[in-house]
């Protein structure tokens, strides 16, 4: 080998390296955008129509196509302009604007693909009640299944392929068969470019809240694609693809173009949107690389084992097997440590691997891969000696255990594409409170956490609502949050919210807010409360607002 070719591998593992850091946020991250200040401020009455909105956020962000809408109070549309300028968003409103109470329904999505959304509401001159226009059907979404495959694929393929690649050419380099082609190396390499492709338009689709079926229809979620999904896809593309492609001329080159692709995914998802970045980036690209070293490995020796049958050819496999064997200790120290840091990351209390997606797609994982490690303790202290010391007798047994483990190892694989779409928040599981009568004085009351809460809204109609609220600890007494209770309200039938409003105490555990309702329909109103510092239950209540009658 020349020392031109000896730097090579040197070379691509620092551009791997250049690259990772590069695309790689520097700062900590907060899991969602925040509105910091409006222009004009929330419920303010101006004299003339503005030229135009602006909304200024703590991050840069991207308006969401085709998701704003202003309404005014007799819910018709305008139509507006919006254009994302840094930090803030700017709504071009139209020239024309008849004096009236309008509502800014607006939607916006984050560095890390969240979306956020709420309405402005403002008056120009003197605002007269309206009626509600017709109901109209609810935006469709894509079903759950469908990123949720995509993401499966997409892990499944990347880890068997890098994993694959690494037990050929590291591994099993002096005692791989002559007869395997490759066909699970393509079959890996297919899947993983084919998932982070689906990811691209079926994320932008979830965020723009489109149909399964706008997917061939580019020029309907293009403008919702996400930096993230599309800098996976092309690390996943280049590194891949260029290992693939030069996998037999410099098998270094393509191990580190190989860890740069399985690097990919950890620049997306909950890696960039809990915890400190740099630590929960590099605890998941050594959490896949490892579980790629794993799961590749086993596809490798049961390849391997299978065009080595005839009693003469153990000796053949017992150098490969043993090696990897040997990478499988501090493989599994690393995959439990790199989880670990993860998992407690995103989970800070023991209640969420049970109560949230989450949690319960982790736990089932978990389980899968102790199943995995016990039959890899096995094969490791039992069969592993009797294979290495050039027995054929234990070659049967070692085959058939290798693919119990392998499809635990590839179960617990698509499992991890399915935690990239779980969500990890706890819901609060209240029963369905029946809708609140229209119009009037309503009470109702509500579990919030260990305590209660008892809400007052008057009048129930479209326009300005009153909310009085009283909140009780389990011995009925006044419980204090440590901040004031969060009060939002959203329309699901019209798409359209949240509504925020500001709260004032007045007495202790005791709250009102005014809430502006421009639509007739049943609302669902949440009631949010950070009893200490790690809980903050809330409780949704669905009242029916009816449409006010002109004076």
């Given at each position: 080998?020349?020392?031109?070719?000896?730097?090579?591998?040197?070379?691509?593992?620092?551009?791997?390296?250049?690259?990772?850091?590069?695309?790689?946020?520097?700062?900590?991250?907060?899991?969602?955008?925040?509105?910091?200040?409006?222009?004009?401020?929330?419920?303010?009455?101006?004299?003339?129509?503005?030229?135009?909105?602006?909304?200024?956020?703590?991050?840069?962000v991207?308006?969401?196509?085709d998701s704003?809408?202003?309404?005014?109070?007799?819910?018709?549309?305008?139509?507006?302009?919006?254009?994302?300028?840094d930090?803030?968003?700017?709504?071009?409103l139209?020239?024309?604007?008849?004096?009236?109470?309008?509502?800014?329904?607006?939607?916006v999505?984050?560095?890390?693909?969240?979306?956020?959304?709420?309405?402005?509401?403002?008056?120009i001159?003197?605002a007269?009640p309206?009626?509600?226009?017709?109901?109209?059907?609810?935006?469709?979404?894509?079903?759950?299944?469908?990123?949720?495959?995509a993401?499966?694929?997409?892990?499944l393929?990347?880890?068997?392929?890098?994993g694959?690649?690494?037990f050929?050419?590291?591994?099993?380099?002096?005692?791989?068969?002559?007869?395997?082609?490759?066909?699970?190396?393509?079959?890996?390499?297919?899947?993983?470019?084919?998932?982070?492709a689906?990811a691209?338009?079926?994320?932008?689709l979830?965020?723009?809240?489109?149909p399964l079926?706008?997917?061939?229809?580019v020029g309907a979620?293009?403008?919702?694609?996400?930096?993230?999904?599309?800098?996976?896809?092309?690390?996943?593309?280049?590194?891949?693809?260029?290992?693939?492609a030069?996998?037999n001329?410099h098998?270094?080159?393509?191990?580190?173009?190989?860890?740069?692709a399985?690097?990919?995914?950890?620049?997306?998802?909950?890696?960039?949107?809990?915890?400190?970045?740099?630590?929960?980036?590099?605890?998941d690209?050594?959490?896949?690389?490892?579980?790629?070293?794993?799961?590749?490995?086993?596809?490798?020796?049961?390849?391997?084992?299978?065009h080595?049958r005839?009693?003469?050819?153990?000796?053949g496999?017992?150098?490969a097997?043993?090696?990897?064997?040997?990478?499988a200790?501090?493989s599994?120290?690393?995959?439990a440590?790199?989880?670990?840091?993860?998992?407690?990351?995103?989970?800070?209390?023991w209640?969420?691997?049970?109560?949230?997606?989450?949690g319960?797609?982790?736990?089932?994982?978990?389980a899968?891969?102790?199943?995995?490690?016990?039959?890899?303790?096995?094969?490791?202290?039992?069969?592993?000696p009797?294979?290495?010391a050039?027995?054929?007798?234990?070659l049967?047994?070692?085959?058939?255990?290798?693919?119990?483990?392998?499809?635990?190892?590839?179960?617990?694989?698509?499992?991890?594409?399915?935690l990239?779409?779980?969500?990890?928040?706890?819901?609060?599981?209240?029963?369905?409170?029946?809708?609140?009568?229209?119009?009037?004085?309503?009470?109702v009351?509500?579990?919030?956490?260990?305590?209660?809460?008892?809400?007052?809204?008057?009048?129930?109609?479209?326009?300005e609502?009153?909310?009085?609220?009283?909140?009780?600890?389990?011995a009925?007494?006044?419980?204090?949050?440590?901040?004031?209770?969060?009060v939002?309200?959203?329309?699901p039938?019209?798409?359209?919210?949240?509504?925020?409003?500001?709260?004032h105490?007045?007495a202790p555990?005791?709250?009102?807010?005014?809430?502006?309702?421009?639509?007739?329909?049943?609302w669902?109103?949440?009631?949010?409360a950070?009893?200490?510092?790690f809980?903050?239950?809330?409780?949704?209540?669905?009242?029916?607002?009816?449409?006010?009658?002109?004076d």
């Open positions: 080998m020349t020392a031109h070719h000896r730097r090579l591998p040197g070379r691509a593992a620092a551009l791997a390296l250049a690259l990772l850091l590069a695309l790689a946020p520097a700062r900590a991250a907060s899991a969602h955008a925040a509105l910091l200040a409006t222009d004009p401020v929330d419920g303010a009455v101006l004299a003339a129509a503005p030229d135009a909105i602006t909304l200024s956020f703590n991050e840069p991207q308006p969401v196509a704003t809408r202003l309404i005014d109070a007799n819910g018709g549309d305008h139509a507006t302009d919006v254009t994302a300028r930090q803030d968003v700017v709504v071009d139209p020239d024309d604007l008849p004096d009236g109470a309008y509502y800014l329904n607006w939607r999505v984050s560095a890390d693909a969240h979306p956020i959304a709420g309405v402005l509401a403002f008056t001159g003197s007269q309206g009626t509600a226009p017709a109901p109209i059907d609810p935006p469709a979404e894509i079903p759950d299944w469908a990123p949720a495959s993401a499966a694929l997409h892990y393929g990347l880890l068997v392929f890098a694959y690649l690494c050929r050419t590291a591994i099993a380099r002096d005692a791989w068969p002559a007869r395997p082609r490759g066909r699970l190396l393509r079959a890996g390499a297919t899947a993983a470019i084919l998932g982070a689906l691209v338009p079926l994320g932008a979830e965020i723009a809240g489109l079926g706008d997917a061939f229809e979620w293009a403008g919702s694609a996400t930096g993230a999904s599309l800098t996976v896809l092309a690390l996943t593309a280049t590194g891949v693809g260029g290992a693939y030069v996998r001329r098998p270094r080159t393509a191990l580190a173009l190989a860890l740069l399985v690097a990919a995914p950890a620049l997306a998802g909950h890696s960039i949107a809990f915890g400190v970045q740099w630590i929960m980036i590099g605890a690209t050594v959490h896949l690389a490892t579980a790629a070293l794993w799961a590749g490995g086993l596809a490798g020796l049961l390849v391997m084992l299978a080595r005839r009693p003469g050819e153990a000796a496999s017992a150098l097997v043993a090696r990897f064997s040997a990478c200790g501090w599994v120290a690393l995959l440590s790199s989880g670990l840091v993860m998992a407690l990351s995103i989970h800070r209390e209640d969420a691997f049970t109560g949230s997606d989450h319960r797609t982790l736990v089932a994982k978990l899968l891969v102790a199943l995995a490690l016990a039959l890899a303790g096995w094969n490791r202290f039992r069969l592993v009797v294979v290495t050039a027995a054929a007798s234990g049967p047994r070692l085959r058939r255990i290798l693919t119990v483990e392998a499809a635990a190892v590839a179960a617990a694989a698509v499992l991890t594409g399915l990239v779409n779980a969500s990890p928040t706890v819901p609060v599981e209240e029963p369905a409170p029946a809708p609140l009568p229209t119009g009037g004085v309503v009470t009351d509500g579990a919030l956490g260990e305590g209660t809460f008892t809400a007052n809204l008057a009048p129930g109609l479209t326009g609502n009153m909310l009085m609220l009283t909140l009780t600890d389990a009925g007494l006044p419980l204090v949050p440590l901040e004031p209770p969060v939002t309200a959203v329309l039938a019209e798409d359209f919210g949240p509504v925020t409003a500001e709260i105490e007045f555990g005791q709250y009102h807010c005014a809430m502006d309702l421009p639509l007739a329909g049943a669902e109103v949440t009631v949010q950070r009893t200490t510092e809980d903050a239950p809330a409780t949704t209540i669905t009242v029916d607002i009816g449409p006010a009658t002109a």
